[in-house]
């Protein structure tokens, strides 16, 4: 049934996690490569598909939980003494973007998607190389402004799209 429902997820087996961004607290998983320009010219590297999470989600390694959502608010060296100047929305200042750094610089057959699932109320799943698995679990917490809890969708020009939200499945195309 959710293949049928999210068929735009087929897309990710035998992509390499290539990526990890993040604007505010909303994360953008990258699969597979491809290049797109911005409104000012510049020529960005991103993921052919892209996965935009505004909700919970975590990444679990054998037998730990690797990387979780809320790490966001902790400092990138969680050891040190506290900065008052701390600032979570700024790009590579906390643990969660030292953790997805690190990750996406293993070999890219470590991190290729082996299995997408997603359930009927958005739950996803993928299963990545070396038994590292990506949950993402709109039912355990959402961004409150937040149009939908994630999007699936292309960089490749055909632009695809699927998205997860309170109205349930939204897709577009062109």
């Not at 087996?13 to 699969?31: D, E, S, Y």
Request: hydrophobic letters at 40%.
């Amino acid at each position: 049934m959710s293949e049928k429902i999210f068929q735009e997820l087929q897309h990710l087996p035998g992509l390499p996690l290539t990526k990890a961004t993040r604007l505010g607290h909303v994360q953008f998983f990258h699969f597979g490569k491809a290049q797109v320009t911005n409104a000012y010219g510049l020529i960005l590297d991103v993921g052919a598909w892209t996965l935009e999470v505004a909700c919970y989600w975590q990444l679990e390694q054998p037998g730990e939980t690797g990387i979780q959502f809320h790490e966001v608010e902790l400092p990138r060296d969680a050891r040190a003494l506290a900065d008052p100047a701390f600032d979570p929305q700024v790009p590579g200042s906390n643990l969660r973007d030292r953790k997805l750094q690190e990750l996406v610089r293993q070999p890219s057959e470590q991190l290729r998607v082996q299995q997408v699932t997603v359930s009927p109320d958005g739950e996803l799943t993928i299963a990545l190389g070396g038994n590292q698995v990506l949950l993402v679990s709109p039912a355990k917490g959402v961004l409150e402004e937040a149009g939908h809890f994630w999007r699936l969708f292309s960089n490749t020009g055909d632009r695809q799209a699927v998205a997860f939200g309170r109205a349930g499945v939204e897709r577009s195309q062109g």
